[in-house]
């Protein structure tokens, strides 16, 4: 069965600093990995995706995840935070070898950046 | 372009009670898919469409739920009779067929609270 887990109900940093937000993931197949944000009273966002290729991945406002096939994982990261970065981040996961729709979430991380 | 959006934003109703949400998703999006978040759980795959067709139901949860999506534009989701269980935040997706269709673009979510 397919699963996210992110180990980190929340995650807190100083401004400026480096972050990462951890995800590890478990497919029958191959994965696509998805990093989600969400702001408050606002629906998710698409930050940044895995499909096939180079393991690190660029995306929106200054993220990057790196796929890591051996350890299972798709951490989230940013070389220096800033105070709007703070939001609710979700990992996702859907099977490519079912070549089914269903996406699976993790339960979220809530990032606070300190000024 | 306008997003999706779901309506309405926030619904309060008694154990027993039918409740209607629905989802306008992006004007030519022929994927469309419903969540539920429940008390800072992970966000669970309810349902996909594709068109007007359900291709994916596994994650209703049981025969009180019902989606419906008639003539492929907008959907709704029906919860007949509502239980204290089924509340939650209930997220709507939409995506586009091709080379897009990895990334969903979600709705600002519907708040449903059974009491």
């Known amino acids: 069965a397919q699963s996210v887990a992110q180990p980190e109900d929340q995650v807190n940093v100083a401004e400026g600093n480096p972050l990462t937000v951890k995800c590890t993931y478990s497919?029958?197949?191959?994965?696509?990995l998805f990093w989600y944000v969400q702001y408050p009273n606002r629906g998710l966002q698409f930050l940044l995706k895995y499909i096939t290729g180079d393991n690190l991945v660029k995306g929106s406002y200054g993220f990057e995840a790196e796929f890591n096939k051996s350890q299972t994982s798709f951490h989230l990261k940013k070389p220096s935070a800033l105070v709007s970065d703070s939001a609710l981040y979700f990992c996702?996961?859907?099977?490519?070898?079912?070549?089914?729709?269903?996406?699976?979430f993790g339960a979220g991380t809530r990032l606070f950046v300190k000024a | 372009e306008a997003g999706v959006t779901q309506f309405p934003s926030h619904s309060v109703i008694e154990k027993g009670q039918t409740v209607t949400l629905r989802c306008d998703p992006i004007s030519g999006h022929d994927n469309l898919y419903w969540y539920r978040r429940v008390m800072g759980k992970e966000i669970k795959f309810l349902l996909h469409?594709?068109?007007?067709?359900?291709?994916?139901e596994s994650g209703m949860p049981n025969n009180r739920f019902l989606a419906e999506r008639t003539g492929g534009t907008y959907s709704t989701l029906k919860v007949q009779p509502a239980e204290l269980e089924d509340s939650g935040v209930y997220f709507c997706?939409?995506?586009?067929?091709?080379?897009?269709?990895?990334?969903?673009?979600f709705g600002p979510g519907t708040r449903l609270t059974v009491t």
């Open positions: 469409f594709v068109k007007e067709s359900k291709q994916d």
């Open positions: 997706a939409s995506s586009q067929r091709g080379v897009n269709y990895y990334e969903q673009y």
């Open positions: 996702a996961v859907r099977d490519a070898g079912t070549g089914g729709f269903k996406t699976i």
């Open positions: 497919v029958s197949g191959n994965p696509y």
